[in-house]
């Protein structure tokens, strides 16, 4: 017996590839699996049609690169991701997964209350929270917390490395005072 899931356009997050490196096909599969908008980097594009992948919008290309047929182009005023926010932002796009080879969250700041935003690295998943934020994770899961603001938290301890260890399996909350905390998630 086969099931059918109905996806609305938009509700699923958008997927942007900015710098694919050597990300994981196993996890970009996952991150496809529901079929999302996919926005390529023109530098990126060659290697995501080789994968068998369609393009939805590919962003700064070269006036003589093939681009597939039914692929929206999108020039922007700056070669950086700030440019595939603003566009995401304005077609009005909830939330989206960037896929690059760091995860330097600060230099997104500015969208944080305008996009849910998450930035997969090969090894790596970051993302920003709000005071109050509430995740059920197994134990041993691994945080990288930057300690750039006092934070409390339960059911994590810290280690030798100043990584945050889940204790058990179970919600784990933080509550801090200031507008973002950001968190990474080892792979």
């Known amino acids: 017996m086969s099931s059918h899931h109905i996806v609305r356009e938009k509700q699923e997050p958008a ?12 996890y970009l599969g996952q991150l496809l699996e529901w079929s999302p908008t996919l926005l390529v980097h023109a530098s990126e594009y060659e290697k995501v049609i080789s994968l068998g992948l369609k ?3 590919v962003f700064n290309p070269g006036v003589n ?34 896929i690059d080879r760091n995860s ?3 230099v997104l700041d500015y969208y944080f209350n305008l996009i849910n935003i998450v930035v997969f690295t090969p090894d790596s998943k970051s993302y920003p929270v709000k005071s109050g934020f509430s995740v059920w994770k ?4 691994v945080f990288s917390i930057p300690l750039t603001a006092y934070f409390e938290t339960s059911n994590l301890l810290q280690n030798e490395q100043g990584e945050f260890v889940v204790v058990k399996d179970g919600f784990i909350d933080f509550t801090f005072s200031t507008s973002y905390l950001f968190i990474t ?3």
């Open 65 to 98: 690169d093939p681009i597939q047929e039914s692929t929206k182009v999108v020039n922007t005023m700056h070669d950086d991701i700030s440019g595939v926010l603003n566009y995401l932002v304005t077609e009005k796009y909830p939330a989206v997964n960037i």
């Open 55 to 57: 393009v939805d919008v």
């Open 104 to 106: 330097d969250l600060k």
């Open 138 to 141: 197994p134990q041993h899961t």
């Open 15 to 26: 997927l942007y590839i900015h710098r694919l490196g050597d990300f994981s096909e196993e």
């Open 185 to 187: 998630e080892k792979l």
